[in-house]
């Protein structure tokens, strides 16, 4: 089996950047299907364009624009990508970079696919940063990837203990349906719990408020469409589920600190 080393992923390379112990790559895809191989570090794949399956021994995910997943070293697994550009986002992470910062391996062992929205979009300010090109991105970057490591390994560590089943339903339910105009009733009533319950304990399990959370996954929704040319702001906006363009530029800049059309520069290759 072929083991993959720092910087190297199948496709064109548009550009590589390595920061002390840290290597971003950004990669169009240009194989049909990508035998069984492992990669020499930790990494995140982001799926910034297209689309692509990735399989592993024990499931096969299927990743659309927007679309995270996380590798422990030396995992084994294989890529099917169909007709049509795709374009992946690594972020690769050296032992050396994990044993400078005393991180532990143990809790993220095997292959992931991370869903938090507010994972997804540290993810894309991590792309914005290496665009940035000043001397404060390495340092951003870190901070960054430290945060987006620890929501992971909370992600992990809660899903282990022992969780009400509405937590798992309402996460599904907000995903497929987050551009819908929903009533914290008529949630509760899907979920068979009490409005206040689920007003009460939401923030327990997500460690955000409901709405944030709806918010979060359109934002992270509209930052997957960006690079979409063809697809107006309103466009955009409309089929993420906010009133109309002026509503979205507002809670877009609102996470991420900059406008959409600002952050669409960034994107676009």
Request: hydrophobic share 40%; net charge positive; aromatic share 12%.
């Amino acid at each position: 089996m072929k083991t993959l080393k720092t910087g190297q992923f199948y496709g064109n390379t548009n550009e590589i950047i390595h920061l002390n112990g840290i290597t971003l790559t950004d990669t169009a895809y240009t194989h049909d299907k990508v035998d069984w191989h492992h990669h020499e570090n930790a990494y995140f794949t982001f799926i910034l364009e297209g689309s692509l399956l990735e399989g592993n021994k024990k499931e096969i995910y299927r990743c659309s624009a927007g679309s995270l997943l996380f590798h422990n070293w030396q995992e084994a697994h294989y890529n099917i990508k169909p007709k049509g550009f795709t374009r992946g986002f690594h972020v690769e992470l050296e032992h050396t970079w994990f044993n400078s910062l005393d991180i532990k391996l143990d809790a993220i062992q095997g292959s992931i696919h991370i869903m938090n929205p507010k994972s997804k979009i540290l993810l894309y300010r991590i792309f914005k940063e290496t665009k940035a090109n000043d001397n404060t991105s390495y340092l951003a970057i870190q901070a960054l990837l430290l945060e987006t490591i620890a929501q992971m390994v909370g992600d992990l560590e809660a899903a282990h203990r022992k969780t009400p089943s509405w937590v798992f339903k309402i996460r599904d339910i907000l995903h497929d349906t987050f551009s819908e105009n929903w009533t914290l009733e008529i949630l509760a009533q899907s979920l068979e719990i009490h409005p206040v319950h689920l007003s009460r304990d939401f923030s327990k399990h997500f460690h955000c408020t409901l709405g944030n959370y709806i918010r979060s996954i359109k934002i992270q929704r509209a930052l997957a469409l960006l690079p979409d040319k063809n697809l107006s702001l309103t466009d955009i906006a409309l089929a993420c589920g906010f009133a109309d363009q002026s509503h979205f530029i507002r809670c877009f800049k609102a996470t991420n600190n900059i406008t959409p059309s600002h952050f669409r520069k960034f994107l676009l290759r």
